[in-house]
């Protein structure tokens, strides 16, 4: 820039302060002429008031964008800048869309925002000079005194504003334009009768446009219209279905729509993601069918993210309530528009059962930011519009989920999508929650035996639920990651860290779906109703021999038992009802053959007969209650059966390279025999069988070691047992033993895999992951353990006292150096010291009348257990007294 001097400089700070006009050419709002103005068009002084521009203010609803009228909160990654229009209407905006297209069109700090903006201000357009702290303030308190005259915005400038935006003209024909010959042949004839205000005007403009490329055949009226950003990935193929297809070089060879199409233009906008990490590569792309309708869906979505830019570039022109209202029309009419390509009204009639339009762009995270959310609210009052707009949607996100896999981190974005449209809600609605609930899929009828694969393949909510890391499951997981040919500890512990990610990110997700279904009240039952059917349908996930066919997988059933792990975290215990599994509402249903803790079923069936009588003393159950219940058998059904299933696969390892050693030793015996080639098959086909099953054990690491899901489960489990000591004992914490010899009928009759599920899991966690269990419930655990092996008389079955026993025998120190504490705080709880000794020694010799006589090797097994656990006891003082006094 030439030197100006000091004269020239004050003139221009003067000038500015004032809001006044001078003859000089640098004041570009009172030069309607100038050629090549630096800012955005705010006239100094004003033709009128608002109404003249034809916007109708007060006749209109203010803006209900989501994004709000002021652009504050729009959060779009825009592109890096929308190419100059050179045509008429346009051109006065022109500078300052290439001064301002990469510092502003971004989210940036507030210090980077100020520095980049030092140079232009975006209000006045003109270039500001170094001045000291001391003319900032006079400027600052001199503008505070005396408002500017020149607050409104001119029709003209309103025009331009709009043609900017939609990129378009009625004056000149140009490259970077679309040339309206409609609008231009109506404004040459009467110019004051086009429009009766501007949302009519909008209106014509989007309707010529949108007309003018479904009726040229061969020519695309966004071809003019320059690439001004990076490319979303649109077609690459005529495929209608969704295709996930691999790259060889990120963003190498992007795809467009077509060649010089509109479908390269700028809709990079990473929405609600947050921008960073969510469209980094290109190595994964979901594919469109190329046609009119892509074309006209990318240039309406570019209109509705370019109306976010212009707010970014002039919040304070844009805050006008003329300026913010022209946006909100601009953005709503893109909606409409957007909503009748969709539905195939310019077109062809589109039918739900054809794949939608905007899965690819929901799958790429591409829209900008408030886009479904605006489409959600058009069109959910109109319920036939709506489903045929969303049904497409919600059954595209559902394929692609079934076709995504861990192996990338692809797999989130069917989850995200879904998860953001069921949190949109006006009012108390979530209208995409209603619609999910009303799918015929939402909850199928059971077909065959296999009711638990059935709902997992067939229910909406099932492919979302599907991701897994087991090889069973999934078997891309295993060749990505434990494909080598060595799996040693340390890359086993790297992959699987990352796996455990990648499951908390989907996880965390599908907690957002079903949490929002549950938030609304009209699915909220809709909701309860899944969860219970899932885990009515994998009762038989419980058995000790269990057909995979017809149960639901593992890495389903762990991701279900994730999100209810969540829903019950605020669960308090006083809310919830103990006897709800006898209620006559309960969800659950329990098998007629189900064990219980203490007795019989004919017992069980007197107690309610004389519990209910005429009239039932039960209310209605609350969400707590339901929650909690669901919650607990979700973990009998799942991480039970997935921890028995990583324990014999463990015990095949070790006999199959007990096999391979033995055959490797012996091989100078039999090389020579006629069995030499049959021990040879053998060999191999074992080494073959080894591989694969350590390979399935590192996936199962990664799915079941994670400490963080084994603490949420120890937590519940410890929620568990204070539900169950309350029962025991009214007066908890404060238990004094020995407990009263009637045992309660509540604590009778409950299932007995509610306290043989506490010690199965414990037993576990101190054999594969002891660090987990110092948790604040690790004093719960403690006294139920204390509690229930000094009042045996309260449990039926003796081999569930024996567990508890192993428990206790595992966590000795000369079992499980790592488990010292816990089994120091056994041996010195106050319980203990009085009635632990006698009730194990009366245990010991009790053991000799249970069971038949082929359970020989059973009976030395627990007492082996218990004389353990002596050795450890006679070590510490505390109990000295006890032990002579039983001696005697």
């Known amino acids: 820039m030439e030197e100006l001097s000091a004269d020239e400089i004050r003139r221009r700070r003067l000038a500015r302060l004032a809001g006044g006009q001078t003859s000089q050419p640098t004041t570009p709002l009172t030069s309607p002429q100038r050629e090549n103005p630096l800012g955005p068009p705010i006239a100094a002084s004003a033709p009128g008031p608002s109404q003249s521009l034809g916007l109708n203010v007060h006749n ?37 869309s290439q001064s301002l297209s990469r510092s502003q069109s971004m989210d940036i700090d507030g210090v980077s925002c100020e520095k980049s903006m030092s140079q232009v201000d975006v209000d006045s357009g003109i270039e500001n000079m170094e001045v000291d702290e001391n003319d900032r ?24 504003l709009v043609c900017k935006i939609f990129r378009v003209s009625w004056k000149d024909r140009d490259r970077d334009v679309i040339f309206l010959s409609s609008l231009s042949a109506q404004f040459k004839q009467n110019p004051k009768e086009v429009f009766s205000d501007f949302k009519d005007l909008i209106g014509q403009i989007l309707m010529e446009v949108l007309m003018m490329s479904t009726q040229t055949r061969d020519e695309n009226p966004f071809a003019s219209l320059t690439a001004t950003s990076q490319p979303i990935a649109a077609a690459r193929s005529p495929d209608r279905n969704l295709l996930l297809t691999t790259g060889s070089n990120p963003g190498a060879s992007p795809m467009f729509c077509g060649v010089g199409s509109f479908g390269a233009s700028s809709l990079s906008s990473l929405g609600a993601s947050g921008g960073t990490g969510t469209w980094d590569s290109y190595s994964d792309h979901f594919t469109i069918e190329t046609c009119k309708e892509t074309d006209m869906l990318n240039y309406l979505i570019e209109c509705f993210d370019r109306v976010g830019i212009e707010e970014k570039k002039a919040p304070k022109m844009c805050s006008q309530p003329a300026v913010s209202q022209l946006l909100s029309n601009i953005r709503s009419q893109c909606i409409s528009h957007t909503a009748l390509v969709l539905q195939g009204s310019l077109t062809q009639p589109r039918s739900v059962l054809q794949p939608s339009f905007l899965v690819p762009y929901m799958l790429c995270r591409n829209l900008p930011y408030g886009f479904m959310q605006e489409l959600v609210r058009t069109t959910h009052q109109d319920e036939e519009v709506f489903k045929q707009i969303f049904i497409p949607i919600l059954q595209g996100l559902a394929l692609a989920a079934k076709e995504c896999s861990l192996d ?17 809600k006006f009012g108390k609605t979530h209208p995409v929650c209603n619609l999910v609930a009303s799918l015929p899929l939402w909850l199928p009828k059971s077909l065959s035996p296999g009711s638990g694969r059935e709902l997992q393949r067939l229910s909406y909510l099932g492919a979302f639920f599907s991701f897994s890391v087991f090889a069973e499951d999934d078997a891309k997981v295993v060749e990505k990651y434990f494909s080598g040919p060595a799996i040693t500890l340390e890359n086993t512990r790297v992959v699987s860290q990352s796996l455990q990610h990648y499951l908390e990110l989907g996880r965390q997700e599908l907690f957002k779906i079903l949490h929002s279904i549950l938030l609304n009240g009209e699915t909220r039952e809709a909701a309860l109703g899944y969860m219970a059917a899932v885990v009515n ?41 103990p006897t709800y599994i006898f209620h006559p509402r309960c969800r659950i249903t329990l098998p007629n053959d189900e064990t219980r803790v203490n007795a019989t079923m004919e017992d069980v069936n007197d107690w309610l007969a004389e519990l209910y009588g005429d009239q039932p003393p ?29 324990i014999r696969r463990l015990r095949a390892i070790r006999e199959l390279n007990r096999t391979v050693e033995d055959l490797k030793n012996n091989e100078s015996q039999w090389k020579d025999s006629p069995l030499a080639t049959r021990h040879r098959e053998m060999l191999k086909r074992c080494k073959t069988q080894l591989k694969k099953l350590v390979r399935c054990k590192a996936c199962a690491d990664a799915g079941l070691l994670d400490e963080s899901f084994l603490r949420r489960c120890l937590n519940f489990y410890g929620l568990l047992i204070q539900l169950l ?43 594969y992951s002891p660090q987990v269990l110092y948790e604040p419930c690790t004093q719960d655990i403690v006294m139920f353990l204390v509690v229930m092996l000094c009042n045996q008389n309260y449990i039926r079955n003796p081999y569930l006292v024996a567990k508890l026993v192993e428990v206790m025998f595992m966590t000795n120190p000369a079992v499980q150096p790592r488990t010292q504490k816990f089994f120091e705080m056994i041996e010195n709880h106050p319980l203990s010291t009085k ?10 010799t009790d053991v000799e009348h249970t069971g038949a006589t082929s359970e020989f090797y059973d009976k030395f097994t627990i007492r082996y257990h218990i004389s353990t656990i002596f050795k450890s006891l006679w070590q510490n003082i505390a109990h000295h007294g006890t032990f002579m006094e039983e001696f005697k």
């Open 60 to 96: 209109m609803t203010p803006a209900t964008s989501p994004i709000g009228a002021s652009g504050v909160a729009h959060r779009s990654q825009s592109s890096e800048g929308v190419s100059s229009l050179s045509s008429s209407p346009s051109n006065s905006l022109e500078t300052q």
């Open 137 to 160: 303030r006079e400027k600052r308190s001199v503008s505070d005194k005396e408002p500017s005259s020149g607050s409104e915005v001119s029709e003209e400038q309103a025009l331009q």
């Open 408 to 424: 990338s981190d692809y797999f989130k974005y069917p989850l995200m999508a879904l998860g953001e449209l069921c949190e949109t």
């Open 537 to 577: 349908a994998n009762m038989k996930k419980a058995q000790m021999q269990t057909d995979d066919r017809l149960v639901s997988t593992d890495g389903f059933m762990l991701n279900f038992l994730w999100v209810l792990q969540q829903l019950s975290t605020k669960i308090k215990l006083e809310t919830v009802d």
């Open 618 to 646: 039960f209310s209605e159950p609350k969400f707590p209650t339901e929650c909690f219940f669901l919650t607990l058998h979700a973990h009998h059904l799942s991480i039970l059966p997935s921890c028995r299933r990583y």
């Open 725 to 767: 000591l309350r029962i025991l004992d009214p007066a908890y914490p404060d238990i004094t033993l020995p407990l009263n010899s009637d045992v309660p009928k509540v604590f009778a009759a409950l299932p007995e895999f509610y306290v043989e599920d506490v010690a199965e899991f414990l037993f576990f966690i101190v054999q």
């Open 835 to 844: 009635l632990l000794v006698p009730s194990l020694m009366k245990f010991y």
